[in-house]
């Protein structure tokens, strides 16, 4: 097994901060620095920042309903409040799979699964998305249209076909529900600013069929033996 998978298997990070981690000498195997690339076995012995990581691993499985002012990530720089200030005491060392902006709510997974959070996040799964998005003012239908069949967020960068519908609006403002299969930084409110609209609140709302239904903002709670078994059948 890859050094770096075995990391986000213990929960320790998602690979990509695996590698940093390995990256900075944080690592050994065996006594020795690890490299990127390593594979490693049972029988070796593994250590972050001088604690042995034990080769037996509990895979533990959380949805959360995120609010806003709260960041994706271990632990922040700034100080801010993480994701993980939000999971029931108890809880194992677990990491938010993918990333839902400062100001944007809704369903995020927490596990410390680095299969089933690469086959969430990898773009070649396409998986759906669904938001609520509201936006100030009105859409005219050419504006819809645009954002159902791609719209250049920044140079040479198009984004793909999505479904996006109406579900109430006034002359103040407009809901929609938008399902996408992408996951590029900040793409909803990229997409609308790109039509000339600017969203004031969004909600994931849904992954794949797994939905928030009886889970309140800033609640967690685990999976379902049923629900992990959707999932890893996506």
Do not use: W
């Amino acid at each position: 097994m890859r050094i770096n998978k075995f990391l986000a298997e213990q929960g320790v990070a998602s690979r990509r901060k695996a590698d940093e981690l390995i990256a900075e000498g944080r690592v050994t195997v065996n006594g020795k620095t690890a490299k990127a690339g390593d594979d490693i076995s049972p029988s070796d012995v593994v250590m972050l920042d001088g604690s042995v990581l034990s080769h037996k691993v509990k895979y533990e499985y959380y949805i959360l309903n995120k609010p806003k002012g709260y960041v994706c990530t271990v632990k922040d720089d700034k100080g801010r409040k993480t994701v993980l200030d939000l999971l029931p005491a108890g809880a194992g060392r677990v990491f938010p799979v993918g990333r839902l902006d400062y100001a944007t709510e809704g369903l995020l997974i927490l596990t410390n699964d680095g299969g089933l959070a690469y086959r969430l996040t990898a773009p070649q799964s396409e998986i759906p998305k669904t938001y609520l998005v509201r936006v100030e003012g009105t859409l005219p239908l050419a504006a819809l249209n645009r954002l159902r069949t791609g719209v250049e967020i920044e140079k040479g960068v198009m984004t793909g076909k999505c479904k996006v519908t109406v579900i109430e609006t006034d002359k103040t403002y407009t809901k929609l529900h938008v399902t996408l299969t992408e996951g590029k930084n900040r793409e909803i409110r990229r997409m609308f600013e790109a039509v000339g609209s600017h969203v004031d609140f969004l909600k994931r709302i849904k992954l794949g069929e797994l939905t928030l239904t009886g889970l309140d903002r800033g609640a967690c709670r685990k999976l379902t033996p049923e629900e992990v078994f959707y999932l890893q059948n996506l």
